[in-house]
């Protein structure tokens, strides 16, 4: 039996639009701060010296102070966890005692940073240990104290980060004649490292 023909001025049902699909969007890459890293150092230290007796202060003129670090950090969200150690060389001495010298200065740092992406806020603590020489007594001794100070680290690349930093550092330690130094040094030092 033949098929009844379709009905002139039918309505046929519109086809529906399909279900739109959002597009995926990719996420930019965050920066990451974990690992090892290792670097160097440059920039200049100032800042006082009392000898206790007689209790006399003299003044450290701002002079070069250059040298190398190495470190780890752990990422955990924002926030950042790690320790440094650093060596280096401060050209500087007493005003009044210009023939004076520290031989080095060694540090060992906590640091606790904020990451925003590949830029790091920072703050840190530490010990510090300095060797000092007189070559005019002569004479030679350790120093002993702290450090404190805040910075900024930037990631240019994956691999490669700069930065600047305030350190702060109180050393005491005693001569063989028995006369205590108690040295402030304050420092602005630019920084550029190697991440692993």
Do not use: C
């Not at 930065?163 to 304050?186: K, V």
């Amino acid at each position: 039996m033949a098929a009844a023909p379709a009905l002139a001025g039918s309505v046929v049902a519109p086809t529906p639009d399909p279900t739109p699909v959002a597009p995926i969007q990719v996420q930019a890459p965050v920066y990451d701060w974990t690992g090892p890293y290792a670097g160097v150092y440059g920039g200049g230290l100032w800042g006082e010296q009392t000898a206790t007796p007689p209790g006399a202060t003299d003044t450290f003129d701002f002079a070069t102070s250059y040298g190398g670090f190495a470190g780890y950090n752990v990422q955990s969200g924002s926030m950042v966890y790690g320790g440094e150690i650093a060596a280096g060389f401060y050209n500087g001495a007493p005003t009044g005692s210009p023939t004076d010298e520290f031989d080095y200065i060694g540090d060992a740092k906590l640091r606790l940073g904020y990451a925003m992406d590949n830029v790091l806020l920072y703050g840190f603590g530490g010990a510090s240990t300095a060797h000092y020489s007189d070559p005019g007594a002569p004479d030679d001794w350790q120093l002993w104290g702290a450090n404190f100070g805040a910075g900024v680290e930037f990631g240019v690349s994956e691999n490669v980060v700069i930065g600047g930093e305030y350190i702060g550092r109180y050393l005491t330690g005693e001569d063989s004649g028995g006369t205590s130094y108690d040295n402030w040094l304050h420092g602005a030092q630019a920084r550029i490292s190697i991440r692993f």
